[in-house]
C-alpha cells in the first residue's frame, strides 16, 4: 500500500476532527455510520454548534460514551470558532487544547490532513509495535517516541496507517494471523500462531 489512509471517512480537516473524536472506544465502521448522519446536518464547526449539544447527542447515541462526546464536540467548535476562526489548526498545542482532543488524535490530525511525519499510537500500533519488538514500550507515549526514531524517515509519514492496518488485519488481538504475515520471520512474538 504505497499511500495508506484512515478508514474514517471525511471530505475536510473539521470532519476528520470529529471523526476521531467519536472513534474512541469505537469502531471506524460505527463512526463512520454516525458521521454520515451527523455531517448532513453539520460538517463545519458553526453548523454544530447551531445543532447544539443535544442535536449532535441525538445522532451520535449509537457511539459509546456519546454524552461526554457531543459536550466535547460543541465545546470544540466553539474554540475553533472563537480562536481559530473556524478552521482546524495545525499545531499541536491548540489541537490538544481542544476538549475531547489528546495526543493521539493531534497526531491523526497533524499526519493525516497536514502530512507531518507523526504516528498516533492506538490499541493496534501499541499491540504491534510490542510484539514485534519495533518498539516494545510499556505506555504509548514511549512507543510513539521510540518508533519515531527507529522508523526510517521516508517512510514516517505512512507508518501510521500501515501500522494501524497491520494491527487491523493481520497481528490482531486475539487471533493474530502470524502464517500470513509478511514480517513473521522478523518479528519477536513468541506466541506466533504458525499451524
Known sequence: MPNPST???F???????????????ATDKSVNKATAELFRYA??????????EEGVRQVIRSIGLFNTKARNIIA???????????????????LEALPG??????????????????????????????R???????????????LLKVVPEEFLRHAHHWLVLHGRYVCTAQKPR????????????PNKLLD
Open 11 to 25: 471530505t475536510s480537516p473539521f470532519e476528520l476532527l470529529i471523526a476521531v473524536m467519536l472513534s474512541a472506544q
Open 76 to 94: 470544540a467548535c466553539r474554540i475553533l470558532v472563537e480562536q481559530h476562526g473556524g478552521c482546524v489548526p495545525r499545531e499541536r498545542a491548540a
Open 178 to 189: 502470524c502464517r500470513n504475515c509478511p514480517i513473521q520471520e522478523l518479528c519477536e512474538f
Open 132 to 146: 514485534t519488538g519495533l518498539a516494545p514500550q510499556k505506555n504509548p507515549q514511549r512507543v510513539e517516541e521510540m
Open 101 to 130: 482532543v489528546g495526543r493521539k488524535t493531534a497526531n491523526v490530525i497533524l499526519n493525516t490532513v497536514f502530512g507531518e511525519p507523526t504516528i498516533a499510537v492506538d490499541t493496534h500500533i501499541f499491540r504491534v509495535a510490542n
Open 43 to 52: 460538517n463545519t464547526p458553526q453548523q454544530m454548534l447551531a445543532l447544539g
Open 7 to 9: 478508514e474514517l471517512r
